[in-house]
Nanobody
C-alpha cells in the first residue's frame, strides 16, 4: 500500500505558474502508474495527466502544451509543472497511484489550486 501527499497548491494569477509535488511512501514507487487528477466545485474528478512506469506521458487536451508531468523514482516523487494557468484550471488536484497487476488505486487528499483572472 502506498501513501500519497500532495503539496504546492496555492493562489496564482492567470498566466502564472505552479509546481505540484506528490510524495509517496510505504511502497515501491516505481511499480505504479502515476497520475494527476482534478476536481472543480460541482464537477466530477477528471484526469489531467498520467505517466507510466517507463515514463510515457498522456495529457488531457485542455492542458496539453501548458502542463508537464514527471516522476523521480529515486525520490519517490511525482510532479506537475503548470504554466500559463487559466481560471478554468482552478480545482483541487489529486495525486493517484495505480497498480495494473491488482487493479488497486490510491489517492492523496488533494491540494487546492486557485487561478484568479
Amino acid at each position: 500500500q502506498v501513501q500519497l501527499v500532495e503539496s504546492g497548491g496555492g493562489l496564482v494569477q492567470a498566466g502564472g505558474s505552479l509546481r505540484l509535488s506528490c510524495a509517496a511512501s510505504g511502497s515501491r514507487f516505481s511499480i505504479y502508474v502515476m497520475g494527476w487528477y482534478r476536481q472543480a466545485p460541482g464537477k466530477q474528478r477528471d484526469s489531467v495527466a498520467t505517466i507510466s512506469r517507463s515514463g510515457l506521458t498522456n495529457y488531457a487536451d485542455s492542458v496539453k502544451g501548458r502542463f508537464t508531468i514527471s516522476r523521480d523514482n529515486a525520490k519517490n516523487t511525482l510532479y506537475l509543472q503548470m504554466n500559463s494557468l487559466k481560471p478554468e484550471d482552478t480545482a483541487v488536484y489529486y495525486c493517484n497511484a495505480f497498480r495494473p497487476e491488482n487493479v488497486m488505486n490510491y489517492w492523496g487528499k488533494g491540494t487546492l489550486v486557485t487561478v484568479s483572472s
